[in-house]
């Protein structure tokens, strides 16, 4: 499979614990995207990387988020003192950049904090 | 916010045409509108996109109006498995997407 992949594809954990996420995205895009989906709404962007570079952060939720992507290939996502609010599918997405770049979404991890 | 506006859900009879609308009214001349599908539980799947022509592949059909105000989105023989939330996105290079809620499409035998 050449797709986006996500692990783990479920998670949960308790409230106050650490948690990380990784995607990796198809191979060749330069773009990686993640995103946050809570239940009855669209995705929502965060954070995305164009090679090992963090292009936008502003939209992380708050400083207990935090992404990195260190050698341009796979990426981290780390939430840290987890709240119940934080419960959500976390999507992950890549492109090839262009004009016209299409993103293309992975399966998503879900999380729920007890 | 999402620049869009879709109808929250729309029905359709297995095998017709599914015709999805989408307004843009505020599309700037270098973004594009891409579409995308949610089945229950899975991450977003990218159906198909245009600037200014329409445009078709495998999966659907897209259709922009002239002024490129609004767009359809057409499955022309719609299937039990092309129930899913709809997303319409308006989208310049270099920005992020930006989803609204979609229209919930049912398919009905």
């Known amino acids: 499979d050449t797709g986006v992949s996500q692990n783990p594809r479920h998670k949960i954990t308790k409230r106050g614990q650490n948690v990380t996420f990784r995607c990796d995205p198809i191979?060749?895009?330069?773009?990686l995207y993640w995103y946050r989906q809570t239940l009855g709404q669209g995705p929502e962007f965060l954070t995305y990387f164009q090679n090992e570079a963090q292009l936008e952060k502003s939209r992380l939720l708050s400083d207990r988020f935090s992404a990195e992507r260190p050698k341009g290939s796979f990426s981290t996502l780390e939430i840290q003192r987890t709240e119940q609010g934080d419960s959500a599918m976390y999507l992950c997405?890549?492109?090839?950049?262009?004009?016209?770049?299409?993103?293309?979404f992975g399966p998503g991890t879900r999380l729920l904090v007890l | 916010d999402a620049k869009t506006t879709q109808p929250t859900s729309m029905d359709c009879a297995e095998g017709r045409a599914a015709n999805l609308p989408c307004n843009h009214s505020?599309?700037?001349?270098?973004?594009?509108v891409y579409w995308y599908r949610q089945i229950h539980s899975q991450g977003p799947q990218y159906i198909i996109h245009?600037?200014?022509n329409n445009e078709t592949n495998e999966m659907a059909s897209l259709i922009i109006t002239e002024d490129r105000k609004s767009s359809t989105l057409i499955l022309p023989h719609a299937t039990l498995r092309d129930t899913a939330v709809y997303y319409c996105?308006?989208?310049?290079?270099?920005?992020?997407?930006?989803f609204g809620a979609g229209t919930r499409l049912t398919v009905k035998p």
């Open positions: 997405a890549s492109s090839k950049y262009r004009d016209e770049e299409t993103q293309y």
């Open positions: 191979s060749e895009h330069n773009r």
């Open positions: 505020t599309i700037s001349g270098n973004e594009y």
């Open positions: 996105i308006v989208r310049g290079a270099g920005s992020d997407m930006r």
């Open positions: 245009g600037l200014k």
